[in-house]
Nanobody, 123 residues
Framework: QVRLVESGGGLVQPGGSLSLSCLAS????????MGWFRQAPGKDREFVAA???????YYTDSVKGRFTISRDNAEKLVNLQMNSLKPEDTALYYC?????????????????WGQGTQVTVSS
């Protein structure tokens, strides 16, 4: 069983930065691939970024070069550094954990999900 708690969301102006964190419980955190997904109002949940237990990272095209995912296995933390934010990045951001790795990031990819943290990019 893994419990995930996100933090770090908020309101930021276009071009600004935010850092999201996901704190996990459980003794086998380092075995899980971790991901960030987001859901804007009226839209389906979509993949943002993922990181494997060994550190390989994956990003959706719209955030490449702007977002960085990282993990600290000792602290059971996953971070998403978001720079050069755009209004279209506005969404509820979810942290997810998956036990068996697959490189296809469908909306229900995670075995476990956090409750989400809101990111709003607006002037």
């Amino acid at each position: 069983q893994v419990r995930l708690v996100e933090s770090g969301g908020g309101l930021v102006q276009p071009g600004g930065s935010l850092s999201l964190s996901c704190l996990a419980s459980g003794r086998t955190f380092n075995r899980y691939a971790m991901g960030w997904f987001r859901q804007a109002p009226g839209k389906d949940r979509e993949f943002v970024a993922a990181i494997r237990s060994g550190g390989s990272t994956y990003y959706t095209d719209s955030v490449k070069g702007r977002f960085t995912i990282s993990r600290d296995n000792a602290e059971k933390l996953v971070n998403l550094q978001m720079n050069s934010l755009k209004p279209e990045d506005t969404a509820l951001y979810y942290c997810a954990a998956r036990g068996d790795w697959i490189p296809t990031f469908f909306p229900d990819w995670g075995d476990y999900w956090g409750q989400g943290t809101q990111v709003t990019v607006s002037s």
